[in-house]
């Protein structure tokens, strides 16, 4: 997890609750106008995330930052103790998604492709597809207004409204929610489960053959940009060839064009 990128960036905090920017007590018209733009944008986001909630304010909870408090409130007014259970949750999940998608895999590849889903980054493409990074309450962060907030707040978020989904509707609908979000990337893993010369190594170990033999073929192009053709070989078996900007890249392609036409198992990502 890369935490120096930024992606979220507050808001110019504007002037005290009640008040107009000038001190003067804002006009009652004016307040139930906020009130109410207030409601609006709570309804909205509760249609992306697809839950009408019986307790807005666990909502409300789940996308307040931090440094949106105020001094007389504490910590656990902020999303971090909904993160902490959204967490837990999405990971109960996406096992139990894992486990009844992929009846062929083992245990290794189960937590490969768990740690691939439930990771910051992930969140946080939910998050974005969700439209959280425009509903995210915050406050005066450092000492510009501007301040940016690191990428991971945005996965923190989106773990918390998993959180408050779960205490306000119960695990079945909280499941209902990761499944929507999760299922096209469960099946759309970005990320080789295993590097495939790792892959073959331990087939032809498991065949009682010797450790595959990689061998230069071809290297074309211009010096700053070469292409190299590379060949792997195990005894009875045909060689097979792979291209790449560098001789491992061409290993490891090579090693994968020997593992689909030998069909070995355990490497396709359908599990």
């Not at 889903?117 to 939910?126: G, I």
């Not at 915050?138 to 773990?159: H, N, P, T, Y």
């Not at 119960?170 to 990761?178: D, I, K, L, M, R």
């Amino acid at each position: 997890m890369n935490d120096e990128l930024p992606d979220i960036q507050t808001s110019p905090a504007s002037g005290e609750a009640g008040h107009q920017p000038d001190g003067g007590p804002v006009p009652a018209k004016k307040k139930r106008g906020k009130a109410a733009a207030a409601r609006e944008a709570l309804a909205a986001l509760e249609a992306r995330i697809g839950h009408k909630f019986v307790d807005s304010a666990l909502l409300i909870t789940a996308i307040t930052h931090v440094s949106a408090l105020k001094p007389s409130h504490k910590r656990a007014d902020s999303y971090q103790r909904l993160e902490f259970l959204g967490d837990h949750v999405l990971g109960l999940v996406v096992s139990d998604m894992l486990y009844r998608a992929f009846p062929n895999a083992d245990e290794g590849e189960l937590s490969k492709r768990l740690a691939d889903l439930v990771r910051k980054e992930s969140c946080a493409d939910v998050a974005k597809s969700l439209g959280l990074i425009d509903d995210v309450k915050l406050g005066q962060v450092g000492a510009l207004a501007s301040a940016r907030l690191r990428k991971s707040v945005l996965g923190d978020i989106c773990e918390a409204v998993i959180g408050a989904i779960f205490l306000d509707g119960g695990y079945t609908v909280a499941a209902q929610f990761v499944e929507r979000n999760w299922t096209e990337r469960m099946r759309k893993l970005r990320r080789p489960l295993r590097d495939p010369k790792t892959v073959l190594q331990e087939w032809a170990q498991s065949k009682r053959l010797p450790t595959p033999v990689y061998r230069e073929i071809e290297r074309t192009g211009p010096h700053h940009d070469p292409q190299f053709r590379v060949a792997v070989d195990l005894p009875g078996l045909a060689p097979a060839e792979g291209v790449g900007g560098n001789k491992r890249a061409a290993e490891k392609d090579a090693a994968s064009v020997m593992i689909a036409r030998e069909g070995v198992g355990g490497w396709k990502n359908d599990g």
